[in-house]
């Protein structure tokens, strides 16, 4: 068991890019209501021994379920709900063989998901010149309003498009059947 979890990383690594960070709009802070928890108090994002890992809704997990299903992304795609730097609510980042999506776990599930669209778009719209704004922006040769302008571009927004779509026909107008 231990050998298996102390196995060397591949020597060829690739940097981990960051694709997008969704940030947070000032109005919402301190106002949302934590997906599947009962625990609504603010505090638990900042104090105490970390906490369970919270609970999913199935709104969610279905709208995960249906981009896997209708809108393909180049790399494998990890949903995690978790702690996001305070100004965020949400980022994608990629490494050679993955985009992981991390969400704000004290998001309301309105917008949890809205957000959740919007780095599924990313990953589905990620390109090489994705990667050259955020090194170059990285390498302090682009400013914040050109990386932001460079990774939400017109590929990310047609793709933003499908994943609407995709949302809007298999989950909200879905047929409320009750499936395994
Ligand atoms: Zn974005």
Same mark, same amino acid.
């Given at each position: %068991? +231990? +050998?298996?979890?102390?196995? #060397?990383k591949p020597?060829?690594?690739?940097?981990?890019?960051?694709?997008c %960070?969704? $940030?947070?709009?000032? !109005?919402?802070l301190?106002?949302?209501t934590?997906?599947?928890?009962p625990?609504?108090?603010?505090?638990?994002?900042?104090?105490?021994?970390?906490? $369970?890992?919270?609970?999913?809704?199935?709104?969610v997990?279905?709208?995960?379920?249906?981009?896997?299903?209708?809108?393909?992304?180049?790399?494998?795609? +990890?949903? $995690? !709900?978790?702690?996001?730097?305070?100004?965020?609510?949400?980022?994608?980042?990629?490494?050679?063989?993955?985009?992981?999506?991390? !969400?704000?776990?004290?998001?309301?599930e309105?917008?949890?998901?809205?957000?959740? &669209?919007?780095?599924?778009?990313?990953?589905?719209?990620?390109?090489?010149?994705?990667?050259?704004?955020?090194?170059e922006?990285?390498?302090?040769?682009?400013?914040?309003?050109?990386?932001?302008?460079?990774?939400?571009?017109?590929?990310f927004?047609?793709?933003? +498009?499908?994943?609407?779509?995709?949302?809007?026909? #298999?989950? &909200?107008?879905?047929?409320?059947?009750?499936?395994?």
């Amino acid at each position: %068991m +231990a +050998a298996g979890k102390r196995r #060397q990383k591949p020597a060829r690594t690739e940097p981990v890019r960051v694709v997008c %960070m969704h $940030k947070r709009p000032a !109005l919402a802070l301190g106002t949302s209501t934590p997906v599947g928890s009962p625990d609504r108090s603010p505090r638990s994002r900042s104090h105490g021994k970390p906490r $369970k890992a919270p609970a999913v809704s199935r709104h969610v997990r279905e709208t995960v379920a249906a981009l896997r299903q209708h809108c393909p992304t180049p790399l494998p795609v +990890a949903v $995690k !709900l978790g702690r996001v730097p305070d100004h965020v609510e949400g980022q994608t980042i990629r490494n050679a063989r993955q985009f992981t999506v991390r !969400l704000d776990r004290t998001l309301d599930e309105s917008t949890l998901v809205n957000v959740l &669209l919007h780095e599924w778009a990313h990953c589905c719209s990620w390109s090489l010149t994705h990667d050259r704004v955020y090194d170059e922006y990285e390498a302090g040769k682009l400013s914040w309003a050109e990386y932001e302008a460079g990774t939400h571009d017109g590929a990310f927004g047609l793709a933003f +498009a499908k994943v609407y779509v995709a949302y809007s026909t #298999q989950v &909200l107008s879905a047929p409320a059947t009750r499936k395994k």
